[in-house]
């Protein structure tokens, strides 16, 4: 049995039927673990895709799960990887 909708975008592994608590489906993609390093030390991050069912932005949530988190539209979180180039650390 499909737990995808016909709409989900390529990269929903969400299972509807038991995750979405309305007629509105909430679209995720799998949550993928980067390694990081902040001035307190290493680190864990989660970046997640995510979007509701009928709007046009895609979101991207990059935190630590608890307290700190950056949750920017797909677009946005391009610029800032662009931004890092542009300062020369790539
Ligand atoms: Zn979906």
Same mark, same amino acid.
């Given at each position: 049995?499909?737990?995808?909708?016909?709409?989900?975008?390529?990269?929903?592994?969400?299972?509807?039927?038991?995750?979405?608590?309305?007629?509105?489906? !909430?679209?995720?993609?799998?949550?993928?673990?980067?390694? $990081? #390093?902040?001035? *307190?030390? /290493?680190?864990?991050?989660?970046?997640?895709?995510?979007?509701?069912?009928?709007?046009?932005?895609?979101?991207?949530?990059?935190?630590?799960?608890? !307290?700190?988190?950056?949750?920017?539209?797909?677009?946005? $979180? #391009?610029?800032? *990887?662009? /931004?890092?180039?542009?300062?020369?650390?790539?």
């Amino acid at each position: 049995m499909s737990t995808q909708r016909p709409t989900c975008p390529r990269w929903c592994v969400a299972v509807h039927a038991s995750e979405d608590e309305s007629a509105i489906s !909430r679209h995720r993609s799998a949550i993928v673990d980067v390694a $990081a #390093l902040q001035p *307190a030390g /290493a680190t864990t991050l989660m970046l997640e895709l995510h979007r509701t069912e009928g709007e046009l932005t895609t979101w991207v949530y990059i935190g630590d799960g608890e !307290r700190q988190f950056l949750e920017l539209s797909v677009e946005s $979180a #391009l610029r800032v *990887a662009a /931004a890092l180039e542009s300062v020369g650390v790539a």
